[in-house]
């Protein structure tokens, strides 16, 4: 792990760059450690696969706060607990919300039906949200289902679509130009300004898919809208 000065007002600190569970602990663990022991002096704090980007508030000491941030990890052998919840997501996988659904399946030589039964058996982790506001990166994804994202994006993509990028499955949390496959679509919104929290996920979440027909999703997404679907959540522990 490496600490260094992230522009004027801000701190970088680095891991090995990997996409693995180890990696996720050690970003998480670390997180929770500055922002209970430094919360008066950070701004925010944002994670991606294996690093942290401290953002300090005005009039902190970019040099002073790394020596001392520095010092606090020597000198601490305990791992902060964090909590993380398992999200239960449905997906819709109709044809009419999955159009690479069947190239995929072509591709890899498989049925729709497979290419379903394989991407809702992973529990799901999130890395770090980006891309979009509450865009989810998920590792996790079984290399059967492994695929490029399209030459030519979308100008359009659906928020809520599920799609594959490369060896990632995510969820597009707004409407956007975009470029993975789209294997299906959520009625659960990712991203909702008017929230507290605005995005429904966090770094170190888990997620399931359950694939619903066409008529569950219509009731869910109007059960949505009259504010009385409550999404499963359970909460899960790792230190």
């Given amino acids: 792990m490496t600490v260094k000065p992230f522009g004027e007002r801000a701190v970088l600190v680095e891991w090995k760059p990997s996409i693995d569970e180890k990696t996720l602990a050690n970003v998480l663990q670390t997180k929770q450690h500055i922002s209970n022991n430094f919360s008066e002096e950070i701004l925010e704090i944002v994670s991606t696969y294996s690093a ?45 919300f999955a159009p690479d659904l069947e190239e995929i399946a072509q591709q890899k030589q498989l049925t729709t039906t497979q290419v379903i039964e394989i991407h809702t058996s992973p529990v799901y982790k999130v890395y770090f949200l980006g891309f979009l506001p509450g865009f989810p990166y998920l590792g996790g994804l079984d290399a059967r289902l492994h695929t490029p994202r399209k030459k030519t994006p979308r100008e359009r993509v659906a928020s809520g679509s599920v799609a594959i990028g490369g060896s990632q499955t995510g969820v597009y949390s707004t409407s956007s130009p975009g470029g993975w496959q789209i294997i299906g679509k959520t009625p659960i919104p990712f991203f909702s300004v008017g929230k507290s929290s605005p995005a429904l996920l966090k770094a170190g979440d888990l997620i399931k898919f359950t694939s619903v027909s066409k008529e569950e999703f219509i009731a869910i997404e109007h059960q949505i809208s009259k504010d009385n679907y409550q999404i499963k959540k359970e909460e899960v522990r790792f230190a």
């Fill in 52 to 96: 942290l980007a401290i953002y300090l508030n005005y009039g902190s000491n970019v040099t002073q706060f790394i020596d001392s941030l520095k010092n606090s990890l020597k000198n601490t052998s305990k791992k902060e607990s964090v909590t993380r919840r398992k999200v239960y997501i449905p997906v819709c996988y109709n044809l009419e």
